[in-house]
Protein backbone atom coordinates (compact mmCIF):
# COMPACT_ATOMS: atom_id res chain seq x y z
CA UNK A 1 0.00 0.00 0.00
CA UNK A 2 1.14 3.17 -0.84
CA UNK A 3 2.49 5.38 1.74
CA UNK A 4 0.13 8.13 3.30
CA UNK A 5 2.55 11.07 2.34
CA UNK A 6 2.92 9.56 -1.55
CA UNK A 7 2.29 11.83 -4.27
CA UNK A 8 -1.01 11.67 -5.82
CA UNK A 9 -3.17 13.44 -8.56
CA UNK A 10 -6.98 13.74 -9.33
CA UNK A 11 -8.13 12.75 -13.21
CA UNK A 12 -11.63 13.14 -13.66
CA UNK A 13 -13.39 11.18 -10.17
CA UNK A 14 -10.43 9.32 -9.15
CA UNK A 15 -7.42 9.57 -7.30
CA UNK A 16 -4.04 8.14 -8.64
CA UNK A 17 -1.62 7.32 -5.65
CA UNK A 18 1.90 6.98 -6.93
CA UNK A 19 5.38 6.78 -5.21
CA UNK A 20 8.41 9.17 -5.20
CA UNK A 21 11.97 7.94 -5.98
CA UNK A 22 15.04 9.97 -6.38
CA UNK A 23 12.82 13.52 -6.17
CA UNK A 24 11.03 11.81 -9.07
CA UNK A 25 7.22 11.34 -8.57
CA UNK A 26 6.19 8.38 -10.55
CA UNK A 27 2.59 7.45 -11.50
CA UNK A 28 2.33 4.12 -12.89
CA UNK A 29 0.51 1.84 -14.76
CA UNK A 30 -2.53 4.49 -15.39
CA UNK A 31 -4.62 3.20 -18.53
CA UNK A 32 -4.51 6.04 -21.41
CA UNK A 33 -7.62 3.86 -23.43
CA UNK A 34 -9.74 0.58 -22.74
CA UNK A 35 -7.76 -2.46 -23.53
CA UNK A 36 -7.78 -3.75 -27.34
CA UNK A 37 -9.52 -7.16 -26.39
CA UNK A 38 -12.39 -9.00 -27.68
CA UNK A 39 -14.52 -7.28 -29.42
CA UNK A 40 -12.09 -4.27 -29.24
CA UNK A 41 -9.29 -6.09 -30.77
CA UNK A 42 -8.40 -4.39 -34.37
CA UNK A 43 -10.13 -1.58 -33.79
CA UNK A 44 -10.25 2.11 -33.04
CA UNK A 45 -8.54 2.86 -29.86
CA UNK A 46 -11.28 3.95 -27.36
CA UNK A 47 -11.06 6.24 -24.75
CA UNK A 48 -10.73 4.81 -21.03
CA UNK A 49 -14.47 5.40 -19.28
CA UNK A 50 -14.62 8.62 -16.86
CA UNK A 51 -11.79 7.10 -14.49
CA UNK A 52 -13.12 6.44 -10.46
CA UNK A 53 -12.30 5.67 -7.16
CA UNK A 54 -8.58 5.20 -5.74
CA UNK A 55 -5.69 3.77 -7.73
CA UNK A 56 -2.87 2.51 -6.83
CA UNK A 57 -0.30 3.80 -9.21
CA UNK A 58 3.03 2.83 -7.49
CA UNK A 59 3.27 -0.61 -9.75
CA UNK A 60 4.07 -1.14 -13.64
CA UNK A 61 1.50 -2.40 -15.49
CA UNK A 62 1.18 -5.48 -17.10
CA UNK A 63 3.72 -6.59 -20.42
CA UNK A 64 2.12 -5.97 -23.51
CA UNK A 65 1.46 -9.49 -25.91
CA UNK A 66 4.35 -9.86 -27.54
CA UNK A 67 8.02 -11.80 -28.69
CA UNK A 68 10.28 -11.37 -25.98
CA UNK A 69 13.77 -13.05 -27.61
CA UNK A 70 17.05 -11.66 -28.07
CA UNK A 71 18.11 -9.15 -30.62
CA UNK A 72 20.63 -11.28 -31.76
CA UNK A 73 19.53 -14.76 -32.48
CA UNK A 74 22.54 -16.33 -32.78
CA UNK A 75 24.20 -17.04 -29.61
CA UNK A 76 27.48 -17.95 -28.25
CA UNK A 77 29.09 -13.95 -29.32
CA UNK A 78 31.30 -13.59 -25.95
CA UNK A 79 31.95 -10.66 -27.62
CA UNK A 80 29.04 -8.91 -26.61
CA UNK A 81 29.25 -9.61 -22.91
CA UNK A 82 30.78 -6.07 -22.61
CA UNK A 83 27.96 -4.23 -24.30
CA UNK A 84 25.38 -6.28 -22.33
CA UNK A 85 26.72 -5.57 -18.74
CA UNK A 86 26.53 -1.47 -19.41
CA UNK A 87 23.53 -1.77 -21.01
CA UNK A 88 21.93 -3.66 -18.20
CA UNK A 89 23.40 -1.46 -16.15
CA UNK A 90 21.90 1.73 -17.66
CA UNK A 91 19.01 0.18 -18.12
CA UNK A 92 17.78 -2.00 -14.79
CA UNK A 93 14.60 -4.45 -15.87
CA UNK A 94 11.88 -3.28 -13.29
CA UNK A 95 9.18 -5.58 -11.70
CA UNK A 96 6.40 -6.28 -13.71
CA UNK A 97 3.54 -8.65 -14.23
CA UNK A 98 3.63 -11.06 -16.61
CA UNK A 99 0.51 -12.92 -15.47
CA UNK A 100 2.48 -16.49 -15.37
CA UNK A 101 3.53 -16.05 -18.86
CA UNK A 102 5.80 -14.63 -20.75
CA UNK A 103 3.78 -11.34 -21.77
CA UNK A 104 0.30 -10.82 -20.25
CA UNK A 105 -3.22 -11.38 -21.92
CA UNK A 106 -4.45 -8.53 -20.87
CA UNK A 107 -3.57 -6.40 -23.90
CA UNK A 108 -2.94 -3.09 -21.31
CA UNK A 109 -2.51 0.63 -22.92
CA UNK A 110 -0.59 1.72 -20.30
CA UNK A 111 0.94 4.98 -19.36
CA UNK A 112 3.60 5.81 -16.98
CA UNK A 113 4.02 9.38 -15.90
CA UNK A 114 7.43 10.99 -14.03
CA UNK A 115 7.53 14.72 -12.74
CA UNK A 116 9.66 16.30 -10.56
CA UNK A 117 9.05 15.45 -6.65
CA UNK A 118 6.17 17.39 -5.69
CA UNK A 119 4.85 18.60 -8.96
CA UNK A 120 1.18 20.31 -8.89
CA UNK A 121 -1.62 21.00 -12.00
CA UNK A 122 -0.65 23.89 -13.65
CA UNK A 123 3.11 24.09 -13.30
CA UNK A 124 3.19 24.16 -17.16
CA UNK A 125 6.69 22.16 -17.27
CA UNK A 126 7.57 20.81 -20.88
CA UNK A 127 6.89 17.20 -21.36
CA UNK A 128 8.26 14.09 -23.01
CA UNK A 129 6.58 11.17 -24.32
CA UNK A 130 8.98 8.15 -24.53
CA UNK A 131 7.68 5.61 -26.64
CA UNK A 132 9.43 2.39 -26.55
CA UNK A 133 8.84 -1.36 -26.46
CA UNK A 134 6.27 -2.71 -24.32
CA UNK A 135 9.01 -5.27 -22.87
CA UNK A 136 10.61 -2.98 -21.27
CA UNK A 137 10.32 0.01 -18.78
CA UNK A 138 13.04 2.28 -17.53
CA UNK A 139 13.03 5.17 -14.96
CA UNK A 140 14.32 8.32 -17.09
CA UNK A 141 16.88 10.60 -15.75
CA UNK A 142 15.38 13.40 -17.60
CA UNK A 143 13.66 15.52 -14.50
CA UNK A 144 10.11 16.71 -16.69
CA UNK A 145 6.86 15.14 -16.98
CA UNK A 146 7.81 11.88 -19.10
CA UNK A 147 4.88 9.22 -19.89
CA UNK A 148 6.34 5.99 -21.64
CA UNK A 149 3.67 4.65 -24.08
CA UNK A 150 2.52 1.37 -24.38
CA UNK A 151 1.68 0.27 -28.16
CA UNK A 152 -1.25 -1.27 -29.23
CA UNK A 153 -0.62 -5.28 -29.36
CA UNK A 154 -1.01 -6.81 -32.79
CA UNK A 155 -1.73 -3.21 -34.64
CA UNK A 156 -0.60 -2.70 -38.21
CA UNK A 157 -3.36 -4.60 -40.12
CA UNK A 158 -3.08 -4.76 -43.88
CA UNK A 159 -5.40 -5.60 -46.12
CA UNK A 160 -8.36 -4.30 -48.29
CA UNK A 161 -10.70 -5.65 -45.01
CA UNK A 162 -8.87 -3.24 -42.62
CA UNK A 163 -9.23 -0.49 -45.19
CA UNK A 164 -12.44 -1.36 -45.44
CA UNK A 165 -13.03 -1.21 -41.67
CA UNK A 166 -11.13 1.78 -40.89
CA UNK A 167 -8.58 0.27 -38.82
CA UNK A 168 -5.36 0.81 -40.96
CA UNK A 169 -2.37 2.31 -39.39
CA UNK A 170 -3.67 1.26 -36.10
CA UNK A 171 -0.09 1.31 -34.30
CA UNK A 172 -0.60 5.48 -34.96
CA UNK A 173 -4.01 5.98 -33.30
CA UNK A 174 -2.93 5.70 -29.68
CA UNK A 175 -4.51 8.80 -27.73
CA UNK A 176 -2.82 10.93 -25.35
CA UNK A 177 -4.23 12.44 -23.02
CA UNK A 178 -2.79 13.28 -19.34
CA UNK A 179 -2.71 16.14 -16.74
CA UNK A 180 0.13 15.64 -14.45
CA UNK A 181 1.30 19.43 -14.46
CA UNK A 182 2.66 19.34 -17.77
CA UNK A 183 2.65 22.63 -21.05
CA UNK A 184 0.81 20.94 -23.59
CA UNK A 185 2.13 23.51 -25.78
CA UNK A 186 5.72 22.16 -25.19
CA UNK A 187 5.25 18.61 -25.76
CA UNK A 188 7.96 16.89 -27.39
CA UNK A 189 7.80 12.71 -28.70
CA UNK A 190 11.05 10.88 -28.06
CA UNK A 191 11.68 7.17 -29.26
CA UNK A 192 13.98 5.05 -30.29
CA UNK A 193 13.74 2.55 -33.59
CA UNK A 194 10.17 1.49 -34.06
CA UNK A 195 9.28 4.06 -31.55
CA UNK A 196 11.33 6.49 -33.28
CA UNK A 197 9.16 5.74 -36.87
CA UNK A 198 6.45 6.13 -34.97
CA UNK A 199 7.37 9.52 -33.93
CA UNK A 200 8.21 10.42 -37.26
CA UNK A 201 4.98 8.72 -38.95
CA UNK A 202 2.93 11.55 -36.45
CA UNK A 203 5.06 13.99 -37.69
CA UNK A 204 3.71 13.12 -41.22
CA UNK A 205 0.01 12.21 -40.23
CA UNK A 206 -3.01 14.42 -41.07
CA UNK A 207 -1.33 16.83 -43.12
CA UNK A 208 1.56 17.35 -40.64
CA UNK A 209 -1.45 18.94 -38.58
CA UNK A 210 -0.40 18.14 -35.09
CA UNK A 211 -3.49 19.13 -33.54
CA UNK A 212 -1.38 20.56 -31.02
CA UNK A 213 -0.98 17.31 -29.84
CA UNK A 214 2.80 17.77 -29.92
CA UNK A 215 5.41 20.63 -30.31
CA UNK A 216 8.58 18.45 -31.93
CA UNK A 217 10.06 15.44 -31.80
CA UNK A 218 13.44 13.55 -31.00
CA UNK A 219 14.48 10.25 -32.96
CA UNK A 220 16.78 7.80 -32.95
CA UNK A 221 17.95 5.13 -35.27
CA UNK A 222 14.36 4.89 -37.11
CA UNK A 223 12.72 6.52 -39.48
CA UNK A 224 9.39 6.43 -42.07
CA UNK A 225 10.51 3.89 -44.47
CA UNK A 226 9.26 3.34 -47.41
CA UNK A 227 6.39 0.75 -47.40
CA UNK A 228 3.97 -0.82 -49.87
CA UNK A 229 0.03 0.30 -49.21
CA UNK A 230 -2.36 -1.94 -47.43
CA UNK A 231 -3.77 -3.22 -50.53
CA UNK A 232 0.19 -4.87 -51.52
CA UNK A 233 0.40 -6.36 -47.72
CA UNK A 234 -3.09 -8.05 -48.99
CA UNK A 235 -1.13 -11.81 -48.66
CA UNK A 236 -0.10 -11.09 -45.05
CA UNK A 237 -3.61 -10.61 -44.40
CA UNK A 238 -4.17 -14.06 -45.42
CA UNK A 239 -1.56 -15.19 -44.57
CA UNK A 240 -2.86 -14.34 -40.59
CA UNK A 241 -6.74 -15.24 -41.38
CA UNK A 242 -5.50 -18.84 -43.04
CA UNK A 243 -3.46 -19.77 -40.03
CA UNK A 244 -6.48 -19.59 -37.70
CA UNK A 245 -10.13 -21.31 -37.51
CA UNK A 246 -11.21 -18.00 -39.23
CA UNK A 247 -10.58 -19.62 -42.61
CA UNK A 248 -13.42 -19.23 -44.95
CA UNK A 249 -15.78 -16.84 -42.40
CA UNK A 250 -17.68 -15.04 -44.40
CA UNK A 251 -15.84 -12.18 -41.90
CA UNK A 252 -12.43 -12.43 -41.60
CA UNK A 253 -12.20 -10.08 -39.02
CA UNK A 254 -14.21 -12.55 -36.86
CA UNK A 255 -10.60 -12.45 -35.89
CA UNK A 256 -11.42 -10.12 -33.12
CA UNK A 257 -13.29 -13.29 -31.12
CA UNK A 258 -9.69 -15.60 -31.49
CA UNK A 259 -8.70 -17.04 -28.28
CA UNK A 260 -5.41 -15.40 -27.20
CA UNK A 261 -2.89 -18.06 -27.58
CA UNK A 262 -4.30 -18.88 -31.10
CA UNK A 263 -4.16 -15.30 -32.73
CA UNK A 264 -0.86 -14.84 -30.87
CA UNK A 265 0.53 -18.55 -32.74
CA UNK A 266 -0.82 -17.14 -36.37
CA UNK A 267 0.02 -13.29 -35.99
CA UNK A 268 3.53 -15.14 -35.59
CA UNK A 269 3.32 -17.32 -38.40
CA UNK A 270 1.86 -14.02 -40.72
CA UNK A 271 5.53 -11.85 -39.43
CA UNK A 272 5.12 -8.85 -41.40
CA UNK A 273 2.37 -6.13 -40.79
CA UNK A 274 3.74 -2.92 -42.12
CA UNK A 275 2.31 0.39 -41.89
CA UNK A 276 0.00 1.42 -44.69
CA UNK A 277 0.43 5.62 -44.25
CA UNK A 278 2.22 7.01 -47.22
CA UNK A 279 4.65 10.34 -46.18
CA UNK A 280 3.50 14.24 -46.10
CA UNK A 281 5.28 16.80 -45.20
CA UNK A 282 6.21 17.20 -41.44
CA UNK A 283 5.99 20.85 -39.50
CA UNK A 284 7.11 20.30 -36.08
CA UNK A 285 11.24 20.93 -34.97
CA UNK A 286 13.00 17.70 -34.59
CA UNK A 287 16.26 16.07 -33.77
CA UNK A 288 17.38 12.54 -35.79
CA UNK A 289 20.52 10.81 -35.29
CA UNK A 290 22.20 7.71 -36.20
CA UNK A 291 25.31 5.93 -34.64
CA UNK A 292 28.18 4.71 -36.78
CA UNK A 293 27.62 1.30 -36.99
CA UNK A 294 24.00 0.57 -37.29
CA UNK A 295 23.42 -2.70 -38.99
CA UNK A 296 25.73 -4.75 -37.08
CA UNK A 297 22.90 -6.20 -35.00
CA UNK A 298 21.18 -7.24 -38.49
CA UNK A 299 24.60 -8.65 -39.70
CA UNK A 300 24.97 -10.63 -36.52
CA UNK A 301 21.72 -12.79 -37.87
CA UNK A 302 22.91 -13.61 -41.07
CA UNK A 303 26.27 -14.99 -39.83
CA UNK A 304 25.46 -18.08 -41.75
CA UNK A 305 26.18 -16.43 -45.24
CA UNK A 306 29.81 -16.22 -46.55
CA UNK A 307 29.88 -15.91 -49.61
CA UNK A 308 29.13 -12.85 -52.21
CA UNK A 309 26.75 -15.04 -54.00
CA UNK A 310 24.57 -15.51 -50.54
CA UNK A 311 24.74 -11.97 -49.47
CA UNK A 312 23.57 -11.14 -53.30
CA UNK A 313 20.38 -13.59 -52.95
CA UNK A 314 19.95 -12.12 -49.44
CA UNK A 315 20.30 -8.89 -51.15
CA UNK A 316 17.20 -9.77 -53.60
CA UNK A 317 15.17 -11.65 -51.65
CA UNK A 318 15.39 -9.94 -48.33
CA UNK A 319 17.42 -6.71 -48.18
CA UNK A 320 15.47 -4.79 -51.32
CA UNK A 321 13.11 -7.63 -52.81
CA UNK A 322 12.70 -7.38 -56.50
CA UNK A 323 16.41 -5.85 -57.77
CA UNK A 324 18.00 -6.94 -60.82
CA UNK A 325 21.29 -8.37 -60.96
CA UNK A 326 22.77 -5.13 -62.79
CA UNK A 327 21.38 -3.65 -59.53
CA UNK A 328 23.21 -6.14 -56.81
CA UNK A 329 26.18 -5.21 -59.00
CA UNK A 330 25.77 -1.78 -58.50
CA UNK A 331 25.93 -2.04 -55.29
CA UNK A 332 28.26 -4.30 -54.75
CA UNK A 333 30.69 -1.43 -56.30
CA UNK A 334 29.45 0.85 -53.33
CA UNK A 335 29.59 -2.05 -50.62
CA UNK A 336 32.09 -4.33 -51.61
CA UNK A 337 32.94 -8.02 -49.55
CA UNK A 338 36.66 -6.39 -48.56
CA UNK A 339 36.18 -6.32 -44.82
CA UNK A 340 38.10 -2.82 -44.92
CA UNK A 341 35.24 -0.96 -46.44
CA UNK A 342 33.07 -2.65 -44.26
CA UNK A 343 31.16 -1.56 -40.69
CA UNK A 344 32.16 -1.43 -37.91
CA UNK A 345 33.77 1.61 -40.06
CA UNK A 346 37.85 2.57 -39.67
CA UNK A 347 38.51 -0.74 -38.58
CA UNK A 348 40.20 -2.09 -41.45
CA UNK A 349 40.75 -6.01 -41.53
CA UNK A 350 39.42 -6.18 -38.02
CA UNK A 351 36.14 -7.99 -36.39
CA UNK A 352 35.53 -9.91 -40.04
CA UNK A 353 33.69 -12.49 -37.87
CA UNK A 354 32.19 -13.87 -41.12
CA UNK A 355 33.75 -12.94 -44.85
CA UNK A 356 30.57 -10.94 -45.39
CA UNK A 357 29.94 -9.99 -41.81
CA UNK A 358 31.15 -6.52 -42.00
CA UNK A 359 29.86 -5.82 -45.90
CA UNK A 360 25.77 -6.66 -44.65
CA UNK A 361 26.84 -4.55 -41.69
CA UNK A 362 27.05 -1.39 -44.07
CA UNK A 363 24.39 -2.47 -46.83
CA UNK A 364 21.91 -2.61 -43.95
CA UNK A 365 23.12 0.45 -42.18
CA UNK A 366 22.88 2.21 -45.61
CA UNK A 367 19.59 0.71 -46.16
CA UNK A 368 17.51 0.78 -42.81
CA UNK A 369 19.02 4.03 -41.12
CA UNK A 370 21.53 6.69 -42.76
CA UNK A 371 19.97 6.80 -46.32
CA UNK A 372 16.39 6.98 -44.49
CA UNK A 373 17.98 9.80 -41.91
CA UNK A 374 19.16 11.98 -45.16
CA UNK A 375 15.97 10.98 -47.31
CA UNK A 376 13.76 12.51 -44.18
CA UNK A 377 15.90 15.72 -43.78
CA UNK A 378 16.69 16.24 -47.50
CA UNK A 379 13.85 14.93 -50.02
CA UNK A 380 10.56 16.13 -49.06
CA UNK A 381 9.26 17.19 -52.40
CA UNK A 382 6.05 14.86 -52.54
CA UNK A 383 3.88 16.94 -49.71
CA UNK A 384 0.48 15.78 -50.47
CA UNK A 385 0.03 13.21 -53.29
CA UNK A 386 -3.38 13.00 -53.18
CA UNK A 387 -6.22 11.54 -55.43
CA UNK A 388 -9.55 11.88 -54.13
CA UNK A 389 -13.71 11.42 -55.12
CA UNK A 390 -15.12 14.47 -55.90
CA UNK A 391 -18.22 12.82 -54.19
CA UNK A 392 -16.28 12.25 -51.24
CA UNK A 393 -14.03 14.85 -50.08
CA UNK A 394 -13.61 12.50 -46.70
CA UNK A 395 -11.86 9.92 -48.69
CA UNK A 396 -8.85 11.97 -49.16
CA UNK A 397 -6.18 10.63 -46.62
CA UNK A 398 -7.49 6.98 -47.15
CA UNK A 399 -6.58 7.19 -51.19
CA UNK A 400 -3.54 9.52 -50.67
CA UNK A 401 -1.59 6.67 -49.18
CA UNK A 402 -2.37 4.33 -52.47
CA UNK A 403 -1.33 7.49 -55.19
CA UNK A 404 1.56 8.46 -53.08
CA UNK A 405 3.10 4.77 -52.93
CA UNK A 406 3.01 4.49 -56.56
CA UNK A 407 3.82 8.04 -57.18
CA UNK A 408 7.37 7.49 -55.55
CA UNK A 409 8.17 3.72 -57.54
CA UNK A 410 11.38 3.98 -59.15
CA UNK A 411 12.04 7.45 -58.25
CA UNK A 412 16.16 8.47 -57.84
CA UNK A 413 17.68 9.82 -55.14
CA UNK A 414 17.66 13.49 -56.47
CA UNK A 415 13.55 13.46 -56.15
CA UNK A 416 12.92 17.24 -56.58
CA UNK A 417 14.24 16.88 -60.29
CA UNK A 418 11.70 14.09 -60.67
CA UNK A 419 8.66 16.42 -59.05
CA UNK A 420 9.48 19.22 -60.97
CA UNK A 421 9.09 16.89 -64.69
CA UNK A 422 5.99 15.84 -63.49
CA UNK A 423 4.74 19.10 -63.07
CA UNK A 424 5.42 19.63 -66.94
CA UNK A 425 1.47 20.12 -67.82
CA UNK A 426 0.94 22.46 -65.30
CA UNK A 427 0.32 26.22 -66.52
CA UNK A 428 3.23 28.66 -65.89
CA UNK A 429 1.28 29.92 -62.61
CA UNK A 430 0.96 26.02 -61.96
CA UNK A 431 -2.95 26.78 -61.17
CA UNK A 432 -4.36 24.39 -64.26
CA UNK A 433 -7.73 25.94 -65.81
CA UNK A 434 -10.53 23.98 -64.40
CA UNK A 435 -10.01 24.62 -60.57
CA UNK A 436 -13.10 24.82 -58.55
CA UNK A 437 -14.24 26.25 -55.56
CA UNK A 438 -14.76 22.71 -54.29
CA UNK A 439 -10.76 21.87 -55.30
CA UNK A 440 -9.93 24.87 -53.57
CA UNK A 441 -11.58 24.23 -50.41
CA UNK A 442 -9.82 20.67 -50.39
CA UNK A 443 -5.94 22.31 -51.40
CA UNK A 444 -6.59 25.04 -48.33
CA UNK A 445 -7.84 21.78 -46.01
CA UNK A 446 -5.02 19.89 -46.53
CA UNK A 447 -2.58 22.81 -45.88
CA UNK A 448 -1.45 23.48 -49.70
CA UNK A 449 -3.03 27.43 -50.03
CA UNK A 450 -0.89 28.96 -52.90
CA UNK A 451 -0.69 32.31 -51.57
CA UNK A 452 1.78 30.55 -49.24
CA UNK A 453 3.69 27.56 -50.00
CA UNK A 454 5.17 27.00 -53.67
CA UNK A 455 3.41 24.50 -54.69
CA UNK A 456 2.29 22.90 -58.26
CA UNK A 457 -1.47 21.20 -59.06
CA UNK A 458 -1.76 18.85 -62.50
CA UNK A 459 -4.42 16.86 -63.19
CA UNK A 460 -3.57 12.70 -63.31
CA UNK A 461 -5.92 10.15 -62.81
CA UNK A 462 -9.33 11.77 -62.38
CA UNK A 463 -7.89 14.17 -59.70
CA UNK A 464 -4.70 16.35 -58.34
CA UNK A 465 -1.34 15.49 -57.64
CA UNK A 466 0.06 18.36 -55.46
CA UNK A 467 4.05 18.62 -55.10
CA UNK A 468 5.53 20.85 -52.97
CA UNK A 469 9.00 21.72 -55.23
CA UNK A 470 10.57 23.63 -51.87
CA UNK A 471 9.58 20.21 -49.95
CA UNK A 472 12.33 19.60 -47.63
CA UNK A 473 11.71 18.60 -44.00
CA UNK A 474 14.45 20.95 -42.77
CA UNK A 475 12.77 23.36 -44.94
CA UNK A 476 9.71 23.31 -42.93
CA UNK A 477 11.15 22.97 -39.27
CA UNK A 478 14.27 23.47 -37.18
CA UNK A 479 15.87 20.49 -37.76
CA UNK A 480 19.18 18.84 -36.06
CA UNK A 481 21.09 16.04 -36.87
CA UNK A 482 23.84 14.12 -34.86
CA UNK A 483 25.96 10.53 -35.62
CA UNK A 484 27.28 8.60 -32.77
CA UNK A 485 30.71 7.03 -33.05
CA UNK A 486 30.70 6.76 -28.93
CA UNK A 487 30.97 2.91 -27.10
CA UNK A 488 32.93 1.52 -29.71
CA UNK A 489 32.88 -2.04 -28.46
CA UNK A 490 35.41 -4.63 -29.89
CA UNK A 491 33.51 -6.80 -33.18
CA UNK A 492 29.77 -4.04 -33.22
CA UNK A 493 32.05 -0.67 -32.71
CA UNK A 494 29.13 2.05 -32.14
CA UNK A 495 26.21 -0.35 -32.95
CA UNK A 496 21.98 0.52 -33.16
CA UNK A 497 20.83 2.66 -30.05
CA UNK A 498 24.37 2.76 -28.55
CA UNK A 499 23.89 6.66 -28.13
CA UNK A 500 21.27 6.22 -25.48
CA UNK A 501 24.24 4.52 -23.08
CA UNK A 502 25.19 8.54 -23.25
CA UNK A 503 21.85 10.19 -23.33
CA UNK A 504 20.35 7.90 -20.52
CA UNK A 505 23.45 7.68 -18.64
CA UNK A 506 23.30 11.12 -17.93
CA UNK A 507 25.45 12.28 -20.69
CA UNK A 508 26.77 15.31 -22.63
CA UNK A 509 23.37 14.09 -24.69
CA UNK A 510 21.12 14.69 -22.19
CA UNK A 511 21.22 18.03 -21.47
CA UNK A 512 21.05 18.68 -25.38
CA UNK A 513 18.28 16.71 -25.33
CA UNK A 514 17.21 18.17 -22.38
CA UNK A 515 17.45 21.98 -23.66
CA UNK A 516 15.70 20.68 -26.95
CA UNK A 517 12.83 19.91 -24.86
CA UNK A 518 12.62 22.65 -22.97
CA UNK A 519 13.55 25.39 -25.25
CA UNK A 520 12.88 23.90 -28.87
CA UNK A 521 16.85 24.13 -29.57
CA UNK A 522 19.48 21.43 -28.46
CA UNK A 523 22.22 24.29 -27.64
CA UNK A 524 22.09 25.11 -24.21
CA UNK A 525 24.80 28.58 -24.29
CA UNK A 526 27.86 26.00 -23.54
CA UNK A 527 30.06 23.97 -25.29
CA UNK A 528 30.13 23.36 -29.27
CA UNK A 529 27.65 25.32 -30.95
CA UNK A 530 24.85 22.57 -32.99
CA UNK A 531 23.59 24.54 -36.37
CA UNK A 532 20.71 23.68 -37.95
CA UNK A 533 20.54 20.85 -40.45
CA UNK A 534 19.65 22.15 -43.79
CA UNK A 535 19.58 21.27 -47.48
CA UNK A 536 22.18 23.93 -48.02
CA UNK A 537 24.03 23.42 -45.08
CA UNK A 538 24.38 19.88 -43.90
CA UNK A 539 25.80 20.44 -40.72
CA UNK A 540 26.07 17.64 -38.24
CA UNK A 541 26.91 16.71 -34.99
CA UNK A 542 29.15 13.96 -34.35
CA UNK A 543 29.92 12.41 -30.57
CA UNK A 544 33.42 10.62 -30.45
CA UNK A 545 34.61 7.67 -28.85
CA UNK A 546 35.75 9.98 -26.18
CA UNK A 547 32.49 11.22 -25.48
CA UNK A 548 34.05 14.84 -27.16
CA UNK A 549 31.83 17.16 -30.19
CA UNK A 550 32.73 17.91 -33.50
CA UNK A 551 30.77 19.01 -35.87
CA UNK A 552 31.24 18.02 -39.52
CA UNK A 553 29.05 18.20 -42.94
CA UNK A 554 26.69 15.13 -43.26
CA UNK A 555 28.19 13.43 -46.48
CA UNK A 556 29.89 10.69 -45.76
CA UNK A 557 29.51 7.45 -48.18
CA UNK A 558 26.92 9.61 -49.68
CA UNK A 559 27.33 8.19 -53.04
CA UNK A 560 26.69 4.69 -51.28
CA UNK A 561 23.64 5.92 -49.42
CA UNK A 562 21.89 7.74 -52.20
CA UNK A 563 22.01 4.11 -54.15
CA UNK A 564 20.79 2.22 -51.29
CA UNK A 565 18.18 5.43 -50.86
CA UNK A 566 16.90 5.30 -54.56
CA UNK A 567 16.65 1.40 -54.69
CA UNK A 568 14.51 1.30 -51.59
CA UNK A 569 12.57 3.91 -53.23
CA UNK A 570 11.82 1.18 -55.84
CA UNK A 571 11.00 -1.61 -54.14
CA UNK A 572 9.97 -0.71 -50.68
CA UNK A 573 9.10 -3.12 -48.08
Request: aromatic share 10%; net charge negative.
Amino acid sequence: MPAQDSPSVVLDKATFIGICVNHTDEYLGIPYAQPPGGNLRFRLPVAVKQYSRVHNATIFGDVCPQEISSVIAASGFGFLDPFEVLYAETFPTPVVNQSGLSVSKKYQNILNVYVPEGTKSGANLPVVIHELSAERSVRPTVNSPQHLIYRVAFGFVPGQEAKDAGITNLGLRDPIHPKFGGDKSRVTMWGANSGSISAEFQMLNNGSNSEGLFSGAWMQSGFPIPLNAYSDLQGTYDILVNATSCQGSSDSLDLRQLPFEELKLAVSAAQRFGSNRSPVEPKQGGADSCTEDEGVIGALNLTSITTDDETAAWLRDEGLSGLSMEQVEQSFAQYPSDPAAGSPFGTDDLYAITPQYKCLAALIGGIEYHGQRRFFLNHKPIVWGMQWSRAKEDETTERSSELSTKSLAGWPANVPDVATRMLDDAKEDRQPAGIDERDRRILRSNKANPNTTKHGVGRRNRGFLVVDLSGNTSGYQNAWSYLSKEFKFPFISALDLSDLLNIWGSGDLTDRLINFVAHGDPNNGSGIFWPQWTIHTLHQLNVQNDSSFTMEDDTFRSEGINLMMALNIQFPE
